[in-house]
């Protein structure tokens, strides 16, 4: 008999526990990848939406935890051109709102002299009238979740505004958010003359001691502010931060769940098998080779289980993403190196989940053993 053929008789005898071991694991490794792939696709639409604007440093206010709750003076951006090495300024104002339909929606206001409006590529309708307060623009994704087109009106905070045109962009954080002219914005939300973040397009971007050279002078100049490279901005944000730590931990509890599962399972393969292992050990297996047997076990529960994992965490991601509550928010990207490290832990954990069950099977004395039924 093949040593691979004894873990999985053994795993055989008993199909149903088996199986909900695997299960449990499944679902703790599944869970890992769906939390953690939440955090990291939410970090990933946020900073798409500021590549698709060539956004080279976001200006928000320092020790704000929540950056929606922010506002900075408006006229802070006429100071900030003056800045040598500061290309253009675009003020933005965000919100968050709930539409009558219960979905969530991102808004956005800009000035009509912004640069962010020539970075939309328009597909149906025009920019709005800026001397208009009734006039917006729908991300493609919104306009397709709200049902909107050029023409139709779309209630904002119990007030009706005509969509004047549809953009589609790479980014869905930017195609599920509905645009305004700054100042209609402002008066919306009742915040005159504020903005909650500035985009600054900045000259020799590609050169990092310049860029550090002007977010140090900008620094000095501006000790309110904050002036972040577009892609750290996930790293340096608070909210962003607590969402990704939350991930990992409550991860890390689904897994360690799952290795006392494991634990578990062996535990009583173990206590069921003393005279299977007896006989091995009295036609001369060794105390490693039975330790390894037990050991694969486990190796095989975490295999079968991290696979099954995988699939269902990258495929509960993908329909989180598809909900109406989180269309816009959410950009999913399972790598390869992600699902493969993951399994690879859950396949130790396997390996360690069957050193206490293992060390138990070669402490049973063989003539004992041989006495059990």
């Given at each position: 008999m093949r040593f691979i053929s004894i873990p999985v008789l053994s795993l055989g005898r008993r199909p149903m526990r088996t199986v909900l071991t695997v299960i449990g694991i499944a679902v703790a490794v599944g869970s890992f990848i769906a939390l953690v792939g939440m955090s990291r696709a939410l970090e990933k639409a946020w900073v798409n939406s500021l590549d698709d604007r060539g956004t080279h440093l976001l200006v928000t206010r320092k020790g704000v935890v929540e950056l929606l709750t922010a506002s900075i003076k408006e006229d802070i951006g006429e100071q900030l051109q003056d800045i040598r090495g500061v290309r253009a300024v675009a003020g933005e104002l965000v919100d968050l709102v709930t539409l009558k339909s219960g979905q969530a929606v991102l808004i956005t206001g800009w000035s009509p002299e912004s640069y962010l409006w020539q970075t939309l590529n328009i597909v149906r309708g025009n920019l709005p009238d800026f001397n208009s307060s009734e006039e917006v623009m729908l991300g493609q994704a919104c306009s397709e979740s709200l049902g909107k087109e050029v023409g139709d009106t779309v209630l904002v905070r119990d007030k009706e505004f005509i969509v004047s045109g549809v953009f589609r962009e790479s980014g869905v954080m930017t195609n599920g958010t509905i645009v305004f002219p700054l100042n209609v914005m402002q008066d919306m939300i009742e915040k005159p003359e504020t903005v909650t973040v500035f985009n600054l397009l900045i000259d020799h971007p590609d050169q990092p001691l310049k860029v550090e050279a002007l977010r140090n002078d900008l620094g000095?100049?501006?000790?309110?502010?904050?002036?972040?490279?577009?892609?750290?901005?996930?790293?340096?944000?608070?909210?962003?931060?607590?969402?990704?730590?939350?991930?990992?931990?409550?991860?890390?509890?689904?897994?360690?769940?799952?290795?006392?599962?494991?634990?578990?399972?062996?535990?009583?393969?173990?206590?069921?098998?003393k005279r299977q292992i007896g006989i091995l050990s009295a036609v001369g297996w060794s105390s490693e080779r039975i330790l390894a047997v037990v050991i694969t076990e486990g190796f095989l529960l975490a295999l079968f289980g991290s696979i099954a994992g995988s699939v269902l965490g990258i495929y509960g991601l993908h329909y989180l993403a598809s909900m109406p509550q989180m269309q816009g928010f959410l950009q999913p990207e399972i790598t390869l190196r992600m699902v493969l490290e993951v399994c690879g832990a859950t396949c130790v954990l396997g390996i360690l989940g069957g050193l206490y069950p293992a060390l138990r099977a070669i402490r049973i004395n063989t003539v004992d053993a041989l006495r059990y039924e």
């Amino acid at each position: 008999m093949r040593f691979i053929s004894i873990p999985v008789l053994s795993l055989g005898r008993r199909p149903m526990r088996t199986v909900l071991t695997v299960i449990g694991i499944a679902v703790a490794v599944g869970s890992f990848i769906a939390l953690v792939g939440m955090s990291r696709a939410l970090e990933k639409a946020w900073v798409n939406s500021l590549d698709d604007r060539g956004t080279h440093l976001l200006v928000t206010r320092k020790g704000v935890v929540e950056l929606l709750t922010a506002s900075i003076k408006e006229d802070i951006g006429e100071q900030l051109q003056d800045i040598r090495g500061v290309r253009a300024v675009a003020g933005e104002l965000v919100d968050l709102v709930t539409l009558k339909s219960g979905q969530a929606v991102l808004i956005t206001g800009w000035s009509p002299e912004s640069y962010l409006w020539q970075t939309l590529n328009i597909v149906r309708g025009n920019l709005p009238d800026f001397n208009s307060s009734e006039e917006v623009m729908l991300g493609q994704a919104c306009s397709e979740s709200l049902g909107k087109e050029v023409g139709d009106t779309v209630l904002v905070r119990d007030k009706e505004f005509i969509v004047s045109g549809v953009f589609r962009e790479s980014g869905v954080m930017t195609n599920g958010t509905i645009v305004f002219p700054l100042n209609v914005m402002q008066d919306m939300i009742e915040k005159p003359e504020t903005v909650t973040v500035f985009n600054l397009l900045i000259d020799h971007p590609d050169q990092p001691l310049k860029v550090e050279a002007l977010r140090n002078d900008l620094g000095e100049a501006f000790e309110d502010l904050l002036f972040t490279e577009t892609d750290q901005i996930a790293e340096s944000n608070h909210m962003m931060q607590l969402f990704r730590a939350m991930a990992w931990g409550t991860s890390t509890i689904a897994l360690v769940i799952a290795l006392v599962v494991i634990v578990n399972t062996l535990l009583m393969t173990v206590s069921e098998q003393k005279r299977q292992i007896g006989i091995l050990s009295a036609v001369g297996w060794s105390s490693e080779r039975i330790l390894a047997v037990v050991i694969t076990e486990g190796f095989l529960l975490a295999l079968f289980g991290s696979i099954a994992g995988s699939v269902l965490g990258i495929y509960g991601l993908h329909y989180l993403a598809s909900m109406p509550q989180m269309q816009g928010f959410l950009q999913p990207e399972i790598t390869l190196r992600m699902v493969l490290e993951v399994c690879g832990a859950t396949c130790v954990l396997g390996i360690l989940g069957g050193l206490y069950p293992a060390l138990r099977a070669i402490r049973i004395n063989t003539v004992d053993a041989l006495r059990y039924e």
